[in-house]
């Protein structure tokens, strides 16, 4: 049995070195791959004849405010580098992880040293 084997690539060059590796690594019958084809990465690895993955594979219902604001976000650009629900969930995911980290630093600075003893940060 081959190994399974991530690869995530962005567009332009990236994504052409990339593609270069995993078809010398079939050739050789060393791997099966997996790609993650961010942005306009996906277009090329489908038409190299790779499946592929990109954000919008991982979006969890869960997800719903965080890429619809990736929505609103992809409809202002002026050219998409992929199709709208990957150009919405790529920004939206990603702003959405930065307002949770962001809100996370928050807590921890204002939860009180105790010199050893615990506390617990409210709830997010």
Same mark, same amino acid.
């Given at each position: ?39 306009? %990465?996906?277009?090329?690895? $489908?038409? #190299?004849? +790779? =499946?592929? !993955? @990109?954000?919008? *594979? ?22 998409? %580098?992929?199709?709208?629900? $990957?150009? #919405?969930? +790529? =920004?939206? !995911? @990603?702003?959405? *992880? ?27």
């Amino acid at each position: 049995m081959k190994p399974r084997v991530l690869f995530a690539c962005y567009g332009g060059g990236h994504v052409r070195m990339v593609l270069a590796l995993v078809r010398e690594l079939e050739r050789r019958q060393a791997i099966e791959p997996l790609i993650l084809g961010l942005t306009s %990465a996906r277009a090329e690895v $489908e038409a #190299a004849g +790779y =499946p592929c !993955l @990109g954000f919008a *594979d991982f979006v969890r219902p869960e997800d719903d405010a965080a890429v619809a604001h990736g929505e609103r976000l992809a409809r202002e650009l002026s050219v998409l %580098a992929t199709d709208l629900r $990957e150009s #919405a969930a +790529y =920004p939206g !995911l @990603g702003y959405s *992880d930065w307002c949770n980290r962001r809100a996370q630093r928050k807590r921890s600075a204002s939860t009180p040293r105790t010199g050893g003893r615990c506390s617990s940060p409210s709830p997010p």
